[in-house]
């Protein structure tokens, strides 16, 4: 009796460790540990191309191979997350396929409601779109305020309702009930759109030719880089809206790219990139590397690494880097037309 009660326990630990490796071995999909690259693309199509993060598998085209040749439309500008959902945003084509993020199988797409939407976010079953909607010119002097926020319902993946801007919209970063959106051309304002009361709130004035931000710790980091005048870094603290100012001097002028990575503001100036503190008061002139790129167009921060896209020409396939925090060339990937951003899983 003694001996059977042993092995009916031997048999139940062997059952245990051997479910449990099954389920320890389980994946999500092709395109789970990993990051995506997502290429702009010129006249034709965007792609997203995928590099598992030891390099040692990669895909060019991760859209078009999981269905099955559908085009993912044209300029690809961002993507964004929700679960495991994929939403991936083609502007050109005013359409947003929304995928599963671990296979990249359709799900569903968007495509009404949208006037060259540009970025996104998610909150609570709808997602926030900013559409640059008509541009300035003397035929279309509304062009400067006639973007808007696409609200999609999430489970019907219809437009259901749009907050209108009265000025341009660019960036979206979500912080609480608040969208802050950046005026990138014509505006010194931070826009804040209340989403619960799907309003306007009083903007914060930032300075002309704002673009990347980011947000840690209820601090908003803005870059702006205006024309014929220095770059900054502009802090804006939320809860109080009260902002302060890194400028940059002369040296770094052509300010592009911004990120912020365990308690550093990454930054590009031309080819270079640089790293301060979230603390500091002044920007630094040594560059952790200067990359061999003919035009750095997308930029990013994670994994202990440093990530470069250079856009090329925009017509024929360009190239991604990826360097060590210490300015260490780490691998070269070659991917689709015009490589405009980084997005990790």
Known sequence: MKFSKLLLVAFSLSLFVSCSSDDDNTTKGAYENGFFILNEG?????????????????????????????????????????????????????????????????????????????????????????????????????????????????????????????????RIILKDEKLYITEPYNSDKLLVVNITAKALETPVTIGFSSDTMEEEN????????????????????????????????????????????????????????YAINTAATAAS?????????????GFAVNNNQIYIADGGNFKADSKAYVYSLTGSLIKELAVGVGPNGFYFN
Not at 285 to 297: D, K, Q, R
């Open 42 to 170: 010129s006249a034709g199509q965007g792609t997203v191309s995928f590099s598992t993060n030891d390099f040692t598998s990669f895909t060019k085209d991760a859209y078009t191979a999981a269905n099955g040749g559908d085009l993912l439309g044209k300029y690809a500008q961002n993507i964004f997350f929700d679960n495991e959902k994929a939403y991936i945003i083609s502007g050109g084509s005013n359409v947003i396929n929304v995928v599963d993020r671990y296979t990249f199988k359709l799900i569903a797409k968007v495509d009404s409601g949208l006037a060259n939407p540009r970025y996104g976010v998610v909150k609570d079953g709808k997602a926030y779109v900013t559409n640059a909607n008509t541009y300035y010119s003397d035929t279309n002097p509304n062009g400067n305020t006639d973007d808007y926020v696409a609200v999609i319902n999430l489970n019907t993946y219809k437009v259901e309702s749009k907050i209108e801007l009265n000025a341009t919209g660019n």
């Open 218 to 273: 209820g601090i908003l980091y803005i870059l702006r880089a205006p024309y014929g005048d220095r770059s900054e870094i502009i802090k804006v603290k939320l809860f109080d809206k009260t902002t302060s100012a890194i400028t940059f001097p002369e040296s770094l002028d052509g300010a592009g790219f911004l990120d912020i990575y365990n308690g550093k503001i990454y930054y590009t100036a031309g080819n270079s990139v």
């Open 285 to 297: 002139e040594t560059a952790i590397l200067t990359s061999n790129v003919g035009y750095l167009y």
